[in-house]
């Protein structure tokens, strides 16, 4: 299967801090990627739709300013937690296809992140 | 709007039984029916899927049942081993829509000896 890879897995860091967060496509290109946030023994909340080449579409609720997206090529999107506070510490997951409409969604490991 | 349902939330089963979850879903133009096993502090994995123009699939001890009239799909594990003990969840998606996921609850699976 594809495979989508996430770094780092996990981050720790202070209060009022930024953090990136990677995704990339390693053995195939995908026009759009998908960021989710996932808190301890619940579901995987979609964040934002991340397109290559163009601005994310961003779910209801989710603030654009603190959770910057940037799709700069077929392989990669990051997500950076802008002025990290502790209730932003979560576990955050990628996905991509490799066809836009298939149906078919490969996953990243996640990255789980710490805000003391 | 709940678009999915997922039943039971947890579940517990002995080893070498079988593992049934259900989902029911809203949407009527949903055309693809994956299921998801995840397991602690991992991503989702794509287990295995279906097309509404079948009603059956089965790949090694994972069986999808599809009822389109009842709009309901489930994952069958047959032979449920301790490494199956995961959650599972089953996003339906509306291909040609973007791949977007909208994913219900999970159902927790325990596996014990």
């Known amino acids: 299967g594809a495979v989508v890879s996430q770094h780092p897995s996990w981050v720790i860091c202070k209060s009022g801090t930024s953090v990136k967060i990677e995704c990339r496509s390693l053995?195939?290109?995908?026009?759009?990627m998908f960021w989710y946030r996932q808190f301890p023994k619940q579901s995987l909340m979609l964040m934002a739709t991340?397109?290559?080449?163009?601005?994310?579409?961003?779910e209801q609720g989710v603030e654009k300013d603190k959770f910057l997206i940037n799709h700069a090529s077929l392989t990669l999107s990051t997500l950076t937690v802008t002025s990290a506070h502790p209730e932003d510490s979560s576990f955050y997951i990628c996905?991509?296809?490799?066809?836009?409409?298939?149906?078919?969604?490969?996953f990243g490991e996640g990255s789980r992140l710490t805000v003391l | 709007q709940q678009q999915v349902k997922q039943s039971p939330q947890s579940l517990i089963v002995q080893k070498g039984g079988i593992s049934i979850i259900n989902c029911a879903y809203e949407n009527t133009a949903f055309d693809y029916f994956p299921w998801y096993q995840q397991f602690p502090g991992k991503g989702p994995a794509l287990l295995i899927a279906?097309?509404?123009?079948?009603s059956e699939k089965k790949e090694g001890r994972f069986t999808i049942s599809f009822n389109k009239s009842a709009k309901q799909f489930s994952l069958h594990i047959m032979d449920s081993q301790p490494g199956d003990s995961a959650t599972y969840f089953c996003?339906?998606?509306?291909?040609?829509?973007?791949?977007?996921?909208?994913f219900g609850t999970g159902t927790q699976l325990k596996v014990e000896l």
């Open positions: 996003p339906p998606i509306l291909t040609g829509g973007g791949n977007k996921l909208t």
């Open positions: 053995d195939f290109q995908a026009t759009t």
């Open positions: 279906i097309r509404p123009d079948v």
């Open positions: 996905s991509a296809s490799w066809d836009r409409d298939g149906g078919e969604l490969f």
């Open positions: 991340s397109n290559e080449g163009s601005k994310a579409t961003y």
